[in-house]
């Protein structure tokens, strides 16, 4: 039986897409870019999650992602480059404020307060995430909050899960479930740290990296009769490719 649920923040439990478009269009307004189009968007966020990607492969450091997305953002866009290092500082303040929860995500998760001990696992910057938990009010549901910054790994580094080990000393890892949109950081990491993982798939993208995922839902209301079921053994029988 699972006790503790690591749970993925953006884009499992709230909606970062959302976010990032209020976002980009009130630095694009604060800093006087002129309108920020749908296409331009596209290509930001395109270009944020090579980013974000290289970061989970630990080829680059967070501040470098976090200013040179900016840079190849602007540089395609004739934008000043110099201006990235600003922009990042404010677009974290922005995206800190803006909290559209998924759905399903506030009530499954004060339905299964007490009875799981829930933590917050987490890639984002501490001060984006530090201002949405408290925002979203989820930093009064989690037990436990572990922001990669504070922790000095980013998942998938099972550097990040040691962390979590330590602190949860009383739990086997099979007590484990990470729940998750990222095959590369979430789902991963969970295979990296030998504990059961739970893909949430909304948009039901296929496996194309292969990760050996335990479960795999398309909504969050599911989860709760996938957390009653018993598995008593649940890495190797369930893991489906
Ligand atoms: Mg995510």
Known sequence: MYKVLLWDIDGTI????????????????????????????????????RFWQALERGEMSKQEILIGRFQAFF????????????????????????????????????????????CAVTNGTRLAQ???????GLDHIFDHIFISEDLGFEKPNPGFFDVVFRRLPAYRKQEY??????????????????????????????????????HEIQSLDELPALLSASFPTALSPHRIL
């Not at 970062?16 to 331009?40: I, K, T, V, Y």
């Not at 934008?79 to 600003?86: G, K, R, S, Y």
């Not at 339905?111 to 001990?117: R, S």
Request: hydrophobic share 35%; with cysteine.
């Open 177 to 214: 479930l990470i729940i998750g949109d990222s095959l590369t950081s979430d789902m991963q990491g969970g295979v990296n740290a030998g504990i059961p993982c739970c893909w949430f798939n909304p948009n039901r993208l296929p496996n194309l990296q292969h990760v050996p995922i335990d």
């Open 14 to 49: 709230l909606d970062f897409q959302a976010s990032e478009r209020e976002g980009m269009r009130a630095c694009f307004s604060h800093f006087s870019l002129g309108p920020l189009s749908d296409e331009m968007l596209k290509t930001y966020s395109s270009i944020n999650h």
């Open 130 to 136: 530090e201002r949405k938990l408290k925002k979203s």
């Open 75 to 118: 540089h395609l866009m004739g934008i000043n480059e110099q201006l990235a290092e600003a922009f990042n500082r404010e677009y974290q303040l922005r995206l800190g404020d803006t909290v559209y929860f998924l759905d399903h995500a506030y009530a499954l998760l004060s339905q299964l307060q007490g009875k799981y001990v829930q």
